[in-house]
């Protein structure tokens, strides 16, 4: 019988690092891998490591001209002038050693989730370190170099000729992946994030459907800022069902960025954890109704690296290994007690987050209202359909 999960990791997964006072931290995979180890939910046969992208492999998404710049970004050797029109030497994505390296270390740990269940070893692969959703073809964006999931998309697409619902809860617009599947019918996206009025990267509307073959199979939930579970939930929740239930995928790939807490720096939301746990519940369930349990989760935003990553994300594998019994408590006291030396913010001390984590938003029926209007407009045409 096959394995119900496997866990990518790597402790390399931390050389993908920009500077010191960058937001982006990897230090959230080893933060959650230590968390799932001190409640004996991981262990060796549960775990494989990534292996490294070829330059071929990459070069199934990315221009082969972007990545020759990586490489010699990465020594040193690229003129500002270069590095900018490639999307590198930026604030948002500065220049570091090695980036080529790195950020084709996380593509291979996508690739190795991929190759893990598609050839029927396991049913359901994470790698945390992956997510890198804004990546384009020839350019840098909001953090991200090479962008794994639309790689391992394209990877399915030739090697394993599956149809792919990619499913991104990352509170930015999953606008790479989005753009690069734009035009087929092969792979269809949904991505459920604040509102792009006043959140990087400013798109992801309703409107944006697809083009040529590929209309009619790109979903955007652009939601309201101050969004909470409850609505957060029905616009993910209906969505996913009736979605998967009309492009009937063969493949789900969901990115889980963890971004759109209450607590994150970077965005204005107003999830909880507990909207973390429903997350994986859902795609799990939609994996084995439609696509014989195939799934590949990533990681991607989550910038309260200390409070929120580590719960939302250990969510992820409690659920695929059916254990969610094993997040529901007091975190463990050896846990707390490592981390706490060195973190800057007080760890909370349970799974959950506290019944008064912040104040009545003044606004939420109105906008609870707004966005399940965004929900019917968007799925109108697929209701229509059915009738």
């Not at 997350?279 to 084995?288: G, L, M, Q």
Request: with cysteine.
């Amino acid at each position: 019988m096959k394995s119900e999960a496997v866990f990518i990791y790597s402790n390399q997964f931390q050389n993908y690092k920009f500077h010191d006072e960058h937001p982006f931290n990897q230090l959230r995979v080893e933060l959650t891998y230590s968390l799932l180890k001190q409640i004996g939910v991981l262990d060796t046969k549960h775990m494989a490591a990534p292996r490294m992208a070829t330059v071929e492999e990459i070069a199934l998404f990315h221009d082969p001209k972007y990545i020759e710049a990586l490489q010699l970004a990465g020594k040193g050797e690229l003129s500002k002038e270069k590095a900018l029109h490639f999307g590198i030497g930026t604030e948002d994505t500065p220049i570091f050693p090695n980036m080529h390296e790195a950020s084709a270390l996380i593509v291979g740990a996508t690739l190795k989730a991929v190759e893990l269940v598609m050839d029927g070893k396991v049913n359901h692969a994470l790698n945390l370190g992956g997510g890198l959703h804004h990546g384009f073809r020839g350019k840098a964006s909001g953090f991200c170099i090479y962008n794994d999931s639309a790689v391992a998309i394209q990877y399915i697409l030739k090697k394993y000729k599956k149809r792919v619902l990619y499913v991104d809860t990352d509170a930015h617009h999953g606008d790479g992946v989005q753009w690069a599947f734009y035009d087929t019918n092969e792979v269809c996206t949904l991505s459920i994030h604040e509102t792009g009025r006043y959140l990087f990267p400013g798109t992801g509307n309703v409107n944006e459907r697809g083009s040529g073959k590929g209309y009619g199979y790109s979903f955007n939930i652009p939601v309201d800022a101050f969004t909470e579970d409850e609505s957060f939930l029905e616009m993910y929740e209906t969505s996913m069902r009736e979605i998967a239930a009309y492009f009937k995928p063969e493949v789900i790939v969901t990115q889980n960025g963890a971004d759109a807490h209450y607590y994150d720096p970077l965005t204005h939301l107003s999830l909880t954890s507990d909207m973390y746990r429903h997350i994986p519940r859902i795609a799990h369930e939609i994996a084995h109704q439609y696509a014989e349990g195939r799934w590949i989760a990533v990681g991607g935003g989550g910038y309260d690296i200390w409070r929120v990553v580590p719960r939302a994300w250990a969510f992820l594998w409690l659920e695929m290994i059916g254990m969610q019994d094993a997040g529901i408590g007091k975190l463990p006291q050896a846990w707390l007690e490592k981390w706490h030396a060195i973190a800057p913010v007080t760890l909370p001390a349970t799974w959950e987050d506290p019944a008064d984590l912040y104040s009545p938003i003044p606004r939420k029926e109105e906008i609870t209202e707004k966005n399940h209007q965004t929900l019917t407009k968007l799925l109108q045409p697929l209701r229509q359909h059915h009738i």
